[in-house]
T-cell receptor, first 116, second 113 residues
Framework: GAGVSQSPSNKVTEKGKDVELRCDPI?????LYWYRQSLGQGLEFLIY????????KSGLPSDRFSAERTGGSVSTLTIQRTQQEDSAVYLC??????????????FGEGSRLTVL | GDSVTQMEGPVTLSEEAFLTINCTYT??????LFWYVQYPGEGLQLLLK?????DKGSNKGFEATYRKETTSFHLEKGSVQVSDSAVYFC????????????FGSGTQLTVLP
């Protein structure tokens, strides 16, 4: 498809398990972002990839969270030893421009994670 | 730090009513300002933007004016429709990090027929 694709759309897991969330950005977009949306909260920035540059990991809440982007395209967000407070919707976005001043982000529909 | 504050929701209106969703910001300088919308079951999408003070962004009948005097970027629509029911987010780039957007907490709008 032409948009940002995320999978799975829903994931229920048990506390302590590891999960992987996948994002397939729009073809040709060099910038890729992960955000987290908790119930009643705004979007929390997690990590940003731009081309071959080192990712901006400043938003990752703990060392249980990691992300990679292979070949400058698909990205995987991994949460190890999940906790109940990790329950949220994880949003991926991509952009064709490095400067947000005139650009925009294109979001996927999100992956809803529930940790029991 | 840079941030946006949105009016708390949820907001429920009848069709054809006037809509205002307040957004104020705290930022260094004069960043671009954005409104994003999230329709049920869909990802966020850019609704409108303004890149400098006094600019007015507009799209789909929605408008927002960048007012530096009041550090505001309120979203307005003169006559809402049922199809406008969605969550609306105000956003701006974080100072010193042009690649990061900070978002407000979102305002849920429900329009009744």
């Amino acid at each position: 498809g032409a948009g940002v694709s995320q999978s799975p759309s829903n994931k229920v897991t048990e506390k302590g398990k590891d999960v992987e969330l996948r994002c397939d950005p729009i073809s040709g977009h060099t910038a890729l972002y992960w955000y987290r949306q908790s119930l009643g909260q705004g979007l929390e920035f997690l990590i940003y990839f731009q081309g071959n540059s080192a990712p901006d990991k400043s938003g990752l809440p703990s060392d249980r969270f990691s992300a990679e982007r292979t070949g400058g395209s698909v990205s995987t967000l991994t949460i190890q030893r999940t906790q109940q407070e990790d329950s949220a919707v994880y949003l991926c976005a991509s952009s064709s421009q490095t400067e947000l001043r005139t650009g925009e982000l294109f979001f996927g529909e999100g992956s809803r994670l529930t940790v029991l | 730090g840079d941030s946006v504050t949105q009016m708390e929701g949820p907001v429920t209106l009848s069709e054809e009513a006037f809509l205002t969703i307040n957004c104020t910001y705290t930022a260094t300088g004069y960043p671009s300002l954005f409104w994003y919308v999230q329709y049920p079951g869909e990802g966020l999408q850019l609704l409108l933007k303004a890149t400098k003070a006094d600019d007015k962004g507009s799209n789909k009948g929605f408008e927002a004016t960048y007012r530096k005097e009041t550090t505001s970027f309120h979203l307005e629509k003169g006559s809402v429709q049922v199809s406008d029911s969605a969550v609306y987010f105000c956003a701006l780039p974080i100072s010193g990090s042009a690649r990061q957007l900070t978002f407000g907490s979102g305002t849920q709008l429900t329009v009744l027929p």
